[in-house]
């Protein structure tokens, strides 16, 4: 039978992808004190350009120091650096595979500790427990087009580096996420209102990138299928907006869902969208969260897709592509803990790859201080997440992973981590209130 899983794949910008399976972006934490790339980043990008994906996307790097989605991201905002930029992008197409940068802006989802009053779209604050996350400032346009310019700016640098291509991240809750949903936007001029002015952001940053990387550079939008939450960005929109990056020359498409109200990128959100559209148990058990959503883009546009979330083995990846719904299967936490999966997945030496999420579950005599079941949720998330995030960052030391760490651990030790890279930085003051 034939292997779709190692099928080439030709964009429209006429670059080729040697595979169909790309390695999600996944935030490292691993740049210096000015922001700027380390060989930390060389040495887990080398291990995840051996293990066979054909494409891998960076962890979202930022077009502004002040605005990090956690202290270790690497910015590119004239901060220098683009020897060691360079060091990372051999490294990481050391076996011929490809290399984007994912390129992102946080708005309102800078963490309250690095900015007391980020931009966003409007003046709308994060509904979320505890006060990790300050109100945000609504842009003026004269700071939407700054940023617009800024995102320009990293996509051309990334290509000057040897960064094969870039993504824009407009998922998850962030600046141009947030511009897209109708909670987070309710500007009046022509940055929000209708869902033409609310995707303009995201149609210029495309566009200044165009211009300034050229015809050939491939350019690749994250986008959310749906916020899955009751008023939010939904599927009929995302709809609508994929035609329009269609139309504007969009090379790869990557659906994915949710934000920091709503964790359905990580296959644990449980709100609902206004069209119903919530990750259901059904979907969890075909392991792509949003593959039911990729087949209503199919008669719209034959845009190239990628989906992440919830793959784990090789018969739903393979059954994925048979279907025709996706392109690319995005493969992220598996990557964490098994950086040469792609090849074992690609020759069919392993079947699946361990799901390390079931056994994060928090344990209720872990944290018997905590009554409240929100803080309980929480920690697990976040306890969750870090676990992950830890591992990255063992693997760009040279260590070894370490799957016996408990969620409550890594919340702990996650923790530590960011202060302490958080206290390292140089250059940098936190933006007050
Ligand atoms: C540790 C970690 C870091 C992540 N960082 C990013 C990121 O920087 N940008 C992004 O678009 N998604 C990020 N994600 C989401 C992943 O790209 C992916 O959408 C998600 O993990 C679901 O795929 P999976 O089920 O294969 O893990 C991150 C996920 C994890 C686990």
């Known amino acids: 039978m034939q292997n779709l899983l190692a099928q080439p794949l030709k964009l429209p910008c006429g670059?080729?992808?040697?595979?169909?399976?790309?390695?999600?972006?996944?935030?490292?934490?691993?740049?210096?004190?000015?922001?700027?790339?380390?060989?930390?980043?060389?040495r887990l990008y080398r291990g995840w350009s051996q293990g066979g994906a054909g494409l891998l996307l960076t962890g979202n790097v930022q077009v502004d120091r002040s605005h990090l989605e956690r202290p270790g991201n690497l910015v590119i905002d004239n901060n220098g650096g683009l020897e060691a930029l360079k060091a990372y992008a051999r490294a990481g197409t050391?076996?011929?595979?490809?290399?984007?940068?994912?390129?992102?802006?946080?708005?309102?989802?800078?963490?309250?500790?690095?900015?007391?009053a980020p931009l966003a779209p409007s003046a709308i604050p994060l509904r979320m427990a505890g006060d990790k996350f300050?109100?945000?400032?609504?842009?003026?346009?004269?700071?939407?087009?700054?940023?617009i310019r800024r995102w320009a700016h990293v996509a051309r640098t990334a290509r000057e580096a040897g960064f094969t291509g870039v993504q824009i991240h407009a998922a998850h809750g962030y600046l141009l996420s947030q511009f897209l949903s109708p909670l987070s936007n309710q500007r009046t001029d022509a940055w929000g209102g209708s869902l033409e002015n609310r995707a303009r952001a995201l149609l210029e940053v495309y566009r200044a990138i165009r211009k300034a990387t050229g015809p050939d550079f491939?350019?690749?939008?994250?986008?959310?299928?749906?916020?899955?939450?009751?008023?939010?960005?939904?599927?009929?929109?995302?709809?609508?907006?994929?035609?329009?990056?269609?139309?504007?020359?969009?090379?790869l498409l990557e659906i994915s869902g949710g934000n920091y109200e709503q964790l359905q990128m990580l296959g644990s959100g449980e709100g609902e969208g206004t069209d119903g559209s919530v990750v259901r148990e059904s979907t969890r058990k075909r392991e792509a969260y949003f593959l039911e959503f990729a087949q209503k883009i199919r008669p719209v546009c034959d845009i190239p897709l990628m989906i992440t979330g919830g793959f784990r083995s090789r018969a739903a990846m393979t059954a994925a592509l048979e279907s025709g719904g996706l392109d690319v299967v995005g493969l992220g936490r598996p990557l964490c803990v098994d950086q040469d999966l792609p090849r074992k997945l690609l020759d069919g030496s392993v079947e699946m790859s361990p799901a390390h999420e079931r056994n994060l579950k928090l344990d209720p005599a872990v944290v018997p201080d905590v009554s409240d079941q929100a803080t309980r949720d929480l920690i697990e998330a976040f306890g969750g997440l870090g676990w992950y995030c830890l591992q990255l960052i063992y693997l760009g030391h040279g260590k070894s992973v370490d799957t016996q760490m408990s969620v409550y651990e890594a919340f702990v030790r996650y923790q530590e981590n960011e202060a302490t890279t958080?206290?390292?930085?140089?250059?940098?003051?936190?933006?007050?209130a």
Request: with cysteine; hydrophobic share 40%; glycine share 8%.
């Open 15 to 42: 670059v080729v992808l040697s595979n169909r399976i790309a390695k999600a972006a996944m935030t490292e934490g691993l740049a210096d004190e000015y922001h700027c790339a380390t060989d930390r980043h060389e």
């Open 94 to 116: 050391e076996a011929g595979n490809h290399l984007w940068m994912q390129i992102n802006h946080p708005g309102r989802q800078t963490p309250g500790e690095l900015n007391g």
């Open 134 to 147: 300050a109100p945000p400032r609504a842009m003026t346009e004269a700071q939407i087009l700054d940023v």
């Open 218 to 251: 491939p350019i690749s939008v994250k986008m959310n299928s749906a916020d899955f939450q009751k008023g939010g960005f939904d599927s009929d929109e995302c709809l609508h907006v994929v035609r329009w990056l269609h139309e504007a020359g969009v090379d």
């Open 422 to 432: 958080l206290a390292q930085l140089r250059d940098w003051k936190p933006v007050a």
